[in-house]
């Protein structure tokens, strides 16, 4: 007998139908003897669809009412999931996150959890009740509600799971688990059947959507190991782990990628001490968070600096430098809003070398020019035109034979 936290995603809730289905794959897993609290997300497209009705009112609402607004979407599922789950004659309760006691900071529309207080959740498990809680909700110290920001419900489920030292925390989507690229891509994706939290960080930070961010950092902060699995299928899904705890050594585990990027270029940029800074300090006070960066001296008097950021925050960006540039007698401001970010991640990469020189070699043979380039211990970040981004990503795929990991599960992708 064990406790589960299990965590079920919003295309699992999408319909009265999948609920009855998510109701018994429940009822099945407390008649194994297992003890279960349950995280619900809202039913698919809710949450968008709450967001888009305060924004024809506005473009700006007061972020405690938004939170007030987007945490009903999960009220809805968790109460008519407890309802179907009493339906087939299986005790349930269902909470919001102010109930339970989801403490949060007051950080509106991106809350972080503070405290999960676990007596209630106790209290009802000891009386056999099946637990079923409201993702992505909280609630601060004045009592307001509160929300985790977008794809929240993987924190709350590991914020509860922690709380209760479950062994694992399970998230239930509409995905077999994480795979070495995007199968909608690179149809010979290959499942992982499990892959290291710094691994999953990179992956996830650099556009894999599966699991919230915030969710994995908790996790390895609490040694509790997550698992993705679909709860369409009955296959084990990817268990995210400590990296001792990886099974199959393997070089590098996937590629992540992400097509919304610009490169801005500053030529002729005078060299002198903090400069840059003054560039980036103008950026940073818009807002606007950059990612690769990259400066090179022309001559003794000047340098090429670029960087590269979010394409939405471009036309601002450009804006801004400018304006900048003619203060500051740089010479010209050019950039790139069709470049995408290709990125490979292996922790497998540390003890190897060897790494970046194949992943390059595999874009030359497939004549995609690379434009830029960074590193990390166990990260190689190429950013190529848009238009290459696919072939790139399965050039890179197959030279380091990601298609070919043995004993893998195919993609089997369900219709949403
Ligand atoms: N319902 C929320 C969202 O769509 C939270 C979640 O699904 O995790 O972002
Ligand atoms: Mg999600």
């Given at each position: 007998m064990a406790l589960l936290v299990q965590k079920y995603g919003g295309s699992s809730l999408g319909t009265l139908e999948r609920i009855k289905h998510v109701a018994t794959k429940i009822i099945q897993a407390k008649q194994q003897g297992h003890q279960l609290v349950v995280v619900v997300s809202a039913m698919q497209y809710e949450t968008d669809r709450l967001i888009q009705l305060c924004h024809t009112l506005?473009?700006?609402?007061a972020p405690r009412e938004y939170d007030v607004l987007v945490a009903t979407g999960e009220q809805v599922s968790m109460s008519l999931l407890a309802i179907a789950l009493n339906t087939k004659k299986c005790p349930a309760r269902s909470y919001t996150g102010s109930q339970i006691g989801i403490q949060t900071d007051s950080?509106?529309?991106k809350a972080r959890i503070l405290e999960v207080k676990t007596e209630l959740i106790l209290q009802d498990l000891a009386e056999d009740y099946v637990v079923i809680i409201a993702g992505f909700q909280g609630v601060n110290a004045r009592g307001d509600t509160t929300t985790l920001g977008r794809g929240g419900s993987d924190t709350t489920a590991v914020a509860i799971a922690a709380a209760l030292h479950a062994e694992e925390c399970q998230i239930y989507t509409d995905v077999e688990g994480v795979f070495t690229t995007d199968p909608r891509i690179i149809p010979n994706a290959r499942l992982l059947s499990q892959i290291s939290f710094e691994e999953m960080l990179e992956m996830a930070s650099l556009g894999?959507?599966?699991?919230q961010m915030r969710s994995v950092e908790l996790a390895s902060k609490h040694n509790l190991p997550i698992r993705v699995l679909s709860t369409f299928s009955n296959h084990p899904g990817t268990l995210v782990t400590f990296e001792d705890k990886i099974m199959q050594r393997r070089l590098v585990s996937g590629i992540a990628f992400s097509r919304e990027e610009a490169i801005i270029a500053l030529n002729g940029?005078?060299?002198?001490?903090g400069i840059e800074g003054q560039i980036l300090g103008l950026v940073s006070d818009a807002n606007i968070e950059i990612d690769m960066i990259a400066q090179n001296a022309t001559d003794k008097e000047t340098n090429d600096f670029t960087f590269t950021l979010h394409r939405k925050d471009h036309p601002k960006t450009l804006q801004i430098l400018q304006q900048l540039a003619k203060e500051l007698g740089i010479a010209s401001v050019k950039s790139n809003t069709k470049v995408a970010k290709l990125s490979l991640v292996g922790i497998g990469m540390r003890s190897h070398s060897g790494v970046a020189s194949k992943m390059f070699q595999a874009l030359g043979d497939v004549g995609v020019n690379i434009q830029m380039i960074t590193t990390s211990e166990i990260k190689i970040s190429v950013v190529i035109d848009e238009d290459n981004l696919e072939r790139s990503i399965q050039a890179v795929h197959s030279a380091f034979e990601l298609d070919k990991l043995p004993s893998e599960k195919k993609p089997s992708l369900m219709e949403v």
């Open positions: 506005t473009p700006d609402p950080i509106h529309t894999a959507k599966v699991l940029v005078p060299n002198r001490a």
